[in-house]
Protein backbone atom coordinates (compact mmCIF):
# COMPACT_ATOMS: atom_id res chain seq x y z
CA UNK A 1 0.00 0.00 0.00
CA UNK A 2 1.07 3.50 -1.15
CA UNK A 3 2.08 5.92 1.81
CA UNK A 4 0.28 9.61 0.77
CA UNK A 5 3.04 12.19 0.97
CA UNK A 6 2.30 15.62 0.42
CA UNK A 7 4.90 18.59 -0.17
CA UNK A 8 4.41 22.41 -0.59
CA UNK A 9 7.74 24.18 -2.63
CA UNK A 10 8.03 28.04 -3.43
CA UNK A 11 9.56 26.91 -7.18
CA UNK A 12 12.05 29.18 -8.19
CA UNK A 13 11.73 31.80 -11.29
CA UNK A 14 13.13 29.97 -14.76
CA UNK A 15 12.24 25.72 -13.19
CA UNK A 16 9.94 23.66 -14.48
CA UNK A 17 7.59 21.94 -12.79
CA UNK A 18 8.69 18.47 -13.42
CA UNK A 19 11.38 16.10 -12.55
CA UNK A 20 12.75 15.70 -16.38
CA UNK A 21 15.10 17.16 -17.64
CA UNK A 22 14.48 19.58 -20.48
CA UNK A 23 16.97 21.17 -22.33
CA UNK A 24 18.90 23.82 -20.42
CA UNK A 25 15.99 24.32 -17.26
CA UNK A 26 16.64 23.62 -14.12
CA UNK A 27 13.95 20.90 -12.69
CA UNK A 28 12.57 20.29 -9.27
CA UNK A 29 15.24 17.53 -9.29
CA UNK A 30 17.58 20.54 -9.06
CA UNK A 31 15.67 21.51 -5.94
CA UNK A 32 17.80 20.11 -2.31
CA UNK A 33 15.41 17.79 -1.26
CA UNK A 34 14.86 13.72 -1.81
CA UNK A 35 11.76 13.46 -2.77
CA UNK A 36 10.36 10.15 -3.29
CA UNK A 37 9.95 8.56 -6.59
CA UNK A 38 6.41 8.35 -6.81
CA UNK A 39 5.57 11.97 -6.29
CA UNK A 40 4.88 14.52 -8.90
CA UNK A 41 3.61 17.99 -8.89
CA UNK A 42 -0.29 18.71 -8.53
CA UNK A 43 -0.73 21.37 -11.71
CA UNK A 44 2.09 23.04 -12.75
CA UNK A 45 3.29 27.14 -13.10
CA UNK A 46 5.02 28.09 -16.13
CA UNK A 47 8.79 28.62 -15.94
CA UNK A 48 8.92 32.47 -15.86
CA UNK A 49 6.26 31.53 -12.57
CA UNK A 50 7.18 31.55 -9.44
CA UNK A 51 5.70 30.18 -6.29
CA UNK A 52 3.67 27.50 -4.40
CA UNK A 53 3.25 24.00 -5.82
CA UNK A 54 1.97 21.42 -4.05
CA UNK A 55 3.95 17.47 -4.77
CA UNK A 56 2.05 14.31 -3.88
CA UNK A 57 1.24 11.07 -4.72
CA UNK A 58 -2.20 11.25 -3.75
CA UNK A 59 -3.93 10.79 -6.66
CA UNK A 60 -7.26 11.65 -5.41
CA UNK A 61 -5.80 14.95 -3.78
CA UNK A 62 -4.51 15.53 -7.24
CA UNK A 63 -8.07 14.97 -9.25
CA UNK A 64 -10.04 17.40 -6.35
CA UNK A 65 -7.45 20.06 -6.85
CA UNK A 66 -7.47 19.71 -11.05
CA UNK A 67 -11.00 19.14 -11.19
CA UNK A 68 -13.03 22.68 -12.76
CA UNK A 69 -15.72 21.52 -10.61
CA UNK A 70 -13.97 21.70 -7.07
CA UNK A 71 -13.07 25.35 -7.55
CA UNK A 72 -10.75 26.26 -4.80
CA UNK A 73 -9.52 29.72 -4.26
CA UNK A 74 -5.68 30.66 -5.53
CA UNK A 75 -3.77 33.72 -4.77
CA UNK A 76 -1.31 35.36 -6.75
CA UNK A 77 0.88 38.70 -6.45
CA UNK A 78 1.58 40.47 -10.24
CA UNK A 79 3.65 43.10 -10.67
CA UNK A 80 2.63 44.66 -13.39
CA UNK A 81 4.01 48.13 -15.56
CA UNK A 82 2.58 50.86 -15.03
CA UNK A 83 0.49 52.32 -12.83
CA UNK A 84 -2.74 50.31 -12.18
CA UNK A 85 -6.12 52.06 -12.14
CA UNK A 86 -8.94 51.23 -10.58
CA UNK A 87 -10.53 50.98 -14.08
CA UNK A 88 -8.52 47.60 -14.49
CA UNK A 89 -9.28 46.76 -11.25
CA UNK A 90 -12.63 47.07 -11.69
CA UNK A 91 -12.40 45.07 -15.56
CA UNK A 92 -10.56 42.50 -13.88
CA UNK A 93 -12.60 41.75 -11.22
CA UNK A 94 -15.85 41.46 -13.30
CA UNK A 95 -14.17 39.09 -16.08
CA UNK A 96 -12.39 39.66 -19.03
CA UNK A 97 -12.13 38.15 -22.15
CA UNK A 98 -8.82 35.98 -22.77
CA UNK A 99 -7.59 33.03 -25.29
CA UNK A 100 -7.29 29.85 -24.32
CA UNK A 101 -6.09 27.49 -26.34
CA UNK A 102 -7.37 29.70 -29.79
CA UNK A 103 -11.01 30.27 -28.22
CA UNK A 104 -12.31 33.76 -26.33
CA UNK A 105 -13.25 32.89 -22.96
CA UNK A 106 -14.30 35.21 -20.57
CA UNK A 107 -13.09 34.81 -16.84
CA UNK A 108 -15.08 34.07 -13.71
CA UNK A 109 -15.38 37.13 -11.28
CA UNK A 110 -11.82 37.81 -9.10
CA UNK A 111 -10.70 39.68 -6.43
CA UNK A 112 -8.19 42.60 -7.02
CA UNK A 113 -6.49 44.79 -4.63
CA UNK A 114 -3.31 47.12 -5.48
CA UNK A 115 -0.95 46.51 -2.35
CA UNK A 116 2.23 47.72 -1.42
CA UNK A 117 5.27 45.99 -2.88
CA UNK A 118 5.73 42.72 -1.08
CA UNK A 119 9.32 42.86 -1.40
CA UNK A 120 10.70 44.89 0.96
CA UNK A 121 8.10 43.13 3.45
CA UNK A 122 9.34 39.55 3.17
CA UNK A 123 6.06 38.13 1.53
CA UNK A 124 8.18 37.17 -1.32
CA UNK A 125 11.59 36.41 -1.73
CA UNK A 126 14.09 38.40 -4.03
CA UNK A 127 14.03 36.89 -7.56
CA UNK A 128 17.00 35.89 -9.41
CA UNK A 129 17.44 37.42 -11.75
CA UNK A 130 15.57 40.25 -10.52
CA UNK A 131 13.06 42.21 -13.14
CA UNK A 132 14.55 44.59 -15.68
CA UNK A 133 14.55 48.07 -13.51
CA UNK A 134 12.68 51.27 -15.96
CA UNK A 135 13.15 54.04 -14.73
CA UNK A 136 10.79 56.23 -16.46
CA UNK A 137 7.81 53.23 -16.53
CA UNK A 138 6.88 52.10 -12.66
CA UNK A 139 5.47 49.06 -11.65
CA UNK A 140 2.64 48.60 -9.42
CA UNK A 141 1.68 44.89 -7.20
CA UNK A 142 -1.53 43.70 -7.18
CA UNK A 143 -2.94 40.77 -5.56
CA UNK A 144 -5.41 38.69 -7.63
CA UNK A 145 -7.85 35.47 -6.16
CA UNK A 146 -9.24 33.16 -8.80
CA UNK A 147 -10.90 30.22 -8.26
CA UNK A 148 -9.81 29.16 -11.66
CA UNK A 149 -7.05 27.98 -13.43
CA UNK A 150 -6.43 28.57 -17.48
CA UNK A 151 -3.03 28.55 -18.74
CA UNK A 152 -0.76 31.96 -17.95
CA UNK A 153 -4.76 33.21 -16.87
CA UNK A 154 -3.40 36.20 -14.86
CA UNK A 155 -0.76 37.02 -17.69
CA UNK A 156 -3.48 37.24 -20.04
CA UNK A 157 -5.93 39.12 -17.38
CA UNK A 158 -3.79 41.97 -16.74
CA UNK A 159 -2.33 42.38 -20.32
CA UNK A 160 -5.61 42.59 -21.24
CA UNK A 161 -6.82 46.06 -19.08
CA UNK A 162 -2.93 47.28 -20.72
CA UNK A 163 -0.93 46.22 -17.26
CA UNK A 164 1.38 43.66 -18.63
CA UNK A 165 2.93 41.08 -15.78
CA UNK A 166 6.63 41.34 -15.40
CA UNK A 167 6.98 38.80 -12.72
CA UNK A 168 4.55 36.33 -10.82
CA UNK A 169 3.81 34.62 -7.94
CA UNK A 170 1.40 32.17 -6.70
CA UNK A 171 1.12 32.96 -2.54
CA UNK A 172 -1.34 30.45 -1.74
CA UNK A 173 -4.22 28.01 -2.51
CA UNK A 174 -6.99 28.03 -0.87
CA UNK A 175 -5.87 28.20 3.31
CA UNK A 176 -1.97 26.57 2.20
CA UNK A 177 0.22 29.97 2.09
CA UNK A 178 3.59 30.13 1.69
CA UNK A 179 4.22 31.81 4.35
CA UNK A 180 7.54 33.36 5.24
CA UNK A 181 9.32 30.81 2.65
CA UNK A 182 12.32 31.59 0.07
CA UNK A 183 12.71 30.39 -3.05
CA UNK A 184 13.26 26.97 -3.44
CA UNK A 185 12.44 25.77 -0.04
CA UNK A 186 10.22 22.98 1.12
CA UNK A 187 8.05 21.44 3.26
CA UNK A 188 5.76 18.21 4.08
CA UNK A 189 2.78 18.14 5.47
CA UNK A 190 0.78 15.88 6.92
CA UNK A 191 -2.85 14.00 5.31
CA UNK A 192 -5.12 15.81 7.72
CA UNK A 193 -3.05 18.89 8.02
CA UNK A 194 -3.15 19.15 4.27
CA UNK A 195 -7.10 18.12 3.63
CA UNK A 196 -8.10 20.88 6.40
CA UNK A 197 -5.76 23.76 4.71
CA UNK A 198 -7.14 22.85 1.47
CA UNK A 199 -10.80 22.56 2.84
CA UNK A 200 -11.19 18.40 1.83
Known amino acids: MITPRYFIIYKPFEMLSQFTKEGNHKTLA ?22 LLILTNDKMLNHLLLDPKHKHNRTYLAQV ?9 KKMEQGVN ?5 KNYKTLPCKVNI ?21 NIPTTWV ?9 RQVRKMTASVGFPT ?16 QP ?6 K ?10
Open 191 to 200: KEEINSLLNF
Open 166 to 181: LRLVRIGIEKISLGKM
Open 30 to 51: NLNYSFPKDVYPVGRLDADSEG
Open 98 to 102: INVDG
Open 115 to 135: IPSPEGGGQVGARNPPIRFRK
Open 143 to 151: EINLHEGKN
Open 81 to 89: EGSFSDDAK
Open 184 to 189: GEVKEF
